[in-house]
Nanobody
């Protein structure tokens, strides 16, 4: 079992930046692919970014490509999402997720955090 705890959300003006963190419990973090998802009010949850077990492979949704960066520190059991040039449409609850496999996918994740709110004002 893996527990995931997100932090770093908040209120920011359009054009600003935030860095989300996701701390994972357990000794198997380094063997899991990790992902970030988001859900805006009235919308379905959507994939934002993913990273494989080593950090050597990443993938982004088109809507965030070039603005967001996912990274991980396996020594700290933590995955990050650096969000730059934020837009009002990025407003959502952001969730961290872990996949019991080394390769990243845009779905099929096994463990989820509780989410952190990101609000971007215009």
């Amino acid at each position: 079992q893996v527990q995931l705890v997100e932090s770093g959300g908040g209120l920011v003006q359009a054009g600003g930046s935030l860095r989300l963190s996701c701390a994972a419990s357990g000794r198997t973090f380094s063997s899991y692919a990790m992902g970030w998802f988001r859900q805006a009010p009235g919308k379905e949850r959507e994939f934002v970014a993913g990273i494989n077990w080593s950090g050597g492979s990443t993938y982004y949704a088109d809507s965030v490509k070039g603005r967001f960066t996912i990274s991980r520190d396996n020594a700290k059991n933590t995955v990050y999402l650096q969000m730059n040039s934020l837009k009002p449409e990025d407003t959502a609850v952001y969730y961290c997720a872990a996949r019991r496999a080394r390769q990243l996918l845009v779905d099929d994740y096994d463990y989820w955090g509780q989410g952190t709110q990101v609000t971007v004002s215009s």
